[in-house]
């Protein structure tokens, strides 16, 4: 079963920056998409990242040119380098391996002065 645990998060002013860190255990991780969600208080779950097995990332205007995608398949490890964050980057982020519907436990990111 896949199981997934996110890192990273915390309380940063805007302009900041933070790294997310996602272990993937329970998968053959080097074989799959791989995403980063986020989920803001009364609002659904939404992509901002994802990355190919092949290395091929997407990303949502939204995020594009702040937000980078990358994963270490040696270390089962994706990550989410997040810059020039904003107040509307408030969310719990989630990391996903498609096709599984597996969740970890999020980590909270919050953007404010």
């Known amino acids: 079963q896949v199981q997934l645990v996110e890192s990273g998060g915390g309380l940063v002013q805007p302009g900041g920056s933070l790294r997310l860190s996602c272990a993937a255990s329970?998968?053959?991780?080097?074989?799959?998409?791989l995403g980063w969600y986020r989920q803001a208080p009364g609002k659904g779950r939404e992509l901002v990242a994802s990355i190919t097995s092949g290395g091929t990332m997407y990303y949502p205007n939204s995020v594009k040119g702040r937000f980078t995608i990358s994963r270490d398949n040696a270390k089962n490890t994706l990550y989410l380098q997040m810059n020039s964050l904003k107040p509307e980057d408030t969310a719990v982020y989630y990391c996903r391996v498609f096709p599984f519907d597996n969740w970890g436990q999020g980590t909270q990111v919050t953007v404010s002065s």
């Open positions: 329970g998968v053959i991780f080097s074989a799959h998409t």
